[in-house]
């Protein structure tokens, strides 16, 4: 199968990407490690990325393209993939259209992780990172350390990164309203979309977006 999962910051797209990519036994591709891999290599790619994030600038469109293009041309991919932060607006997605043309193949679905704003705020903004070790992560409501402001793993500082402070999130969300969710109006020209409830257990949303793929 050839997914596309699209959903706001919070939504817990790379969670359930991992979960459904094992459960479909394909590959899941994130913009995020296309970005890490390509830089590690050094790809062609990965250096013209590099200097644009070095100048405190975007990744065009065209690099991002370009990168996404490789990795679904790998043998691990002929047989289908999941996509997560790819297409991350109207142009990546038409690109993405020509490049399956051009391979005479097609997406079988783009499910949308549906989450409302103030719980995607509640949900970044209340997590807690140890200084320490930033793989020990909390939240102050739905999983608070046993003492405020402390790691239990390790006993650490936690604190609360800027990326994660409200006024934050809430610009990260109105890039998503102006420059994502238009793909998925796009996408439903083409039937394609799902809409499944983020909100619940981990487990929860997995088994909606496996109904969805007809794969309960």
């Known amino acids: 199968m050839r997914i596309v999962l699209v959903g706001p910051p919070?939504?817990?797209k790379g969670t359930q990407a991992a979960f459904l990519a094992k459960n479909l036994s394909?590959?899941?591709i994130s913009t995020g490690d296309l970005f890490r891999a390509n830089i590690s290599q050094g790809t062609p790619l990965g250096q013209q990325a590099q200097e644009y994030m070095r100048a405190g600038q975007l990744v065009p469109d065209e690099v991002t393209i370009g990168m996404a293009r490789d990795r679904m041309e790998e043998s691990d991919a002929e047989d289908g993939f999941l996509l997560d932060g790819f297409p991350r607006n109207i142009a990546q997605a038409e690109a993405l259209d020509a490049l399956l043309e051009e391979k005479g193949t097609k997406l079988d679905a783009v499910l949308d992780l549906e989450v409302p704003e103030d719980e995607v705020v509640k949900r970044i903004a209340g997590r807690r990172i140890c200084r320490s070790d930033s793989s020990h992560v909390f939240h102050v409501e739905y999983?608070?350390?046993k003492k405020d402001g402390v790691c239990d793993a390790c006993g650490g500082e936690l604190y609360q990164r800027d990326d994660d402070?409200?006024?934050?999130v809430r610009k990260r969300l109105a890039v998503y309203h102006s420059e994502t969710?238009?793909?998925?109006d796009h996408y439903k020209a083409q039937d394609l979309v799902t809409t499944?409830?983020?909100l619940g257990k981990v487990g929860e949303v997995t088994e909606r977006a496996m109904r969805a793929l007809g794969r309960d």
């Open 165 to 168: 402070r409200e006024e934050t």
């Open 26 to 28: 394909i590959p899941h």
């Open 10 to 12: 919070g939504a817990g």
């Open 196 to 198: 499944i409830s983020a």
């Open 143 to 145: 999983s608070p350390p």
């Open 181 to 184: 969710e238009p793909i998925i």
